[in-house]
């Protein structure tokens, strides 16, 4: 009897699965058939909005910087895995706070491409904004021979194709999917699920018209984990005969990332996107550490876009930064255990909280490190340090270790036998709330981040003082710092005139015998 009553229930969940594929795929095939999916290969799309800077948000519970988006122009092709996003911006945000390569000086033409395994990018400054009642041009007939390729953004990039509503409904088509319902403000809605080829789970929200009203997915961020990425179509209209969302609000981390009002819509446009010859490259080479000796035990280590630096102290070693992603901050740590075999790295210093400096810090906690941090970062750290990471697990969440925060308000001492560093706040910065510079007197080395990045050798000035920089130089006269060199997180070891020369001022001698700064 009790084998017959199990028969039975298997035998009725068996059906009920069967029952919802059956139901999905019907409700596929009308959305497919609403919005022209099987007669789309391809779209282009154009329109305008805002752009916002992901991770690069002022303090860390406000929204990413904003910048005022002249023309956003899309061209996805799903036969190919083809991809081109252009974004022209220019500031939005006066004063400008945050990162995103603020203050945006001029128009920025950003073009992110992808095409099968190839991603490449393209930046340039335009002389004037695009006519914004142009519609739709064909794409370039040649690629910039400035592309720089990108690797690294292959997956992130196709994985986007699949998220536009026509693509969801493409990949929906081909894979197993499953059927769910949800009620919001009184609206039923359909939602249908499906893991992507790289493993990422994807779902798509189904209105009453039969249209794709939301696309969400997780994907795997250094800092925030298993991270969530929503994308809202709404206000679909018919663009020639093309049903397509008017409105498309996209954002991660909490946090909006791109607001576009769609002005224009082509169903299977003649655009190819041809690879340039400098972008066939899909091999991503592992990290690189170049050391650079600055004094005894102390090294400046470079050798990518993010730099670090290495103090070695009598008893331990404190490393300013962990930039990038863990397998940078390996990549490093191994290059210190080289120079210091026989000493802990006790402590990181972390500039401040922006994503691109702080996402190889849990690497750091697998080291027994103490994170040393501004006050206003503890509690985003409590959350980076315990999000979940099951699509990419880290060392620290395989190993279960448990972070260690130090947070400093305003000043900082490590002393320890003859060394001495001081780390000190960035008082008015307005790159971000809690910016942290490091100073270490015997050496008259100042580190810092983001506030000063110098040209290349020999270069002249440019022609508007960065407010970053000036307020830098404040923060050091206020402090009263004897700086000979800066150590910049970004770019290379510097004398203390190539900052002076970058805000307009010189070095004048005095009576003193020691060297200032003048007008």
């Known amino acids: ?12 969940v068996a059906l009920s699965l069967v029952a919802e594929a059956q139901d999905a795929k019907t409700i596929l095939d009308q959305v497919a058939q609403t919005m022209g999916v099987s007669d789309m290969n391809s779209v282009r799309y154009a329109g305008s909005g805002f752009y916002f800077a992901f991770g690069q ?41 945050g990162g995103g390569n603020q203050p945006l000086i001029g128009i920025q033409q950003q073009v992110l491409s992808v095409s099968q395994d190839y991603a490449w990018n393209e930046t340039a400054v335009l002389p004037s904004l695009p006519d914004r009642n142009s519609g739709i041009d064909p794409l370039p007939a040649a690629p910039s021979p400035s592309a720089t390729p990108n690797p690294a953004a292959v997956a992130e990039r196709r994985r986007q194709i699949w998220m536009t509503p026509h693509g969801f409904v493409k990949a929906a088509l081909a894979r197993e999917v499953t059927l769910s319902y949800q009620t919001q403000r009184r609206r039923r809605l359909t939602i249908l699920s499906f893991t992507m080829d790289d493993g990422t789970p994807v779902s798509g929200m189904v209105n009453d018209n039969n249209q794709i009203e939301r696309v969400d997915a997780r994907i795997p961020n250094p800092i925030l984990g298993d991270m969530l990425v929503e994308i809202a179509y709404l206000n679909y209209k018919d663009f020639g005969g093309v049903q397509f969302p008017a409105h498309i609000l996209q954002s991660q981390g909490g946090f909006e990332t ?6 224009d819509v082509a169903a299977n446009p003649p655009d190819r996107l041809a690879v340039p010859p400098q972008a066939r490259i899909t091999k991503i080479d592992p990290p690189r550490v170049e050391v650079q000796p600055v004094a005894e035990g102390l090294w400046f280590l470079t050798g990518g876009s993010h730099n670090s630096v290495a103090v070695e102290f009598r008893d331990y070693v404190a490393v300013i930064e962990a930039p990038i992603d863990e397998a940078r901050s390996l990549a490093v740590i191994a290059e210190i255990h080289r120079l210091a075999p026989n ?17 190889g810090l849990r690497a750091y906690v697998t080291e027994g490190a103490t994170i040393i941090t501004h ?9 980076v340090f315990e999000a979940a990471r099951q699509l990419n697990p880290d060392r620290m969440s395989k190993a279960g270790e448990r972070a260690h925060v130090e947070p400093v308000d305003d000043h900082y001492l490590l002393r320890n036998g003859s060394r001495v560093m001081e780390i000190h706040l960035v008082e008015g910065n307005l790159h971000n709330a809690g910016l942290l510079m490091v100073y270490l007197p015997r050496e008259r080395l100042l580190v810092e981040a983001d506030a000063f990045t110098p040209g290349p050798p020999n270069s002249s000035p440019p022609a508007q003082a960065n407010p970053f920089t000036v307020n830098l130089y404040e923060n050091v006269q206020r402090l009263k710092l004897d700086v000979a060199q800066v150590a ?13 020369k970058a805000i307009g001022k010189q070095i004048q001698p005095q009576p003193d015998g020691m060297l200032h700064a003048g007008l």
């Open 57 to 97: 948000n002022y303090a860390p519970d406000q929204p990413w910087p904003r910048f005022r988006m002249e023309r956003y122009d899309r061209f996805v092709d799903y036969e190919h895995l083809e991809s081109r996003e252009e974004i022209v911006r220019t500031q939005a945000e006066s004063p400008p706070r």
């Open 488 to 500: 910049p997180i970004h770019g290379r070891l510097v004398p203390w005139s190539e900052l002076l």
């Open 1 to 12: 009897m009790r084998n017959r009553v199990l028969g039975a229930v298997v035998l009725a």
């Open 375 to 383: 006050g206003s970062n503890r509690r985003f750290y409590d959350l």
């Open 343 to 359: 000493k802990q790295i006790r402590y990181l210093i972390n500039t401040h909280h922006h994503f691109d400096h702080s996402g």
């Open 258 to 263: 791109l607001e576009v009002v769609i002005t």
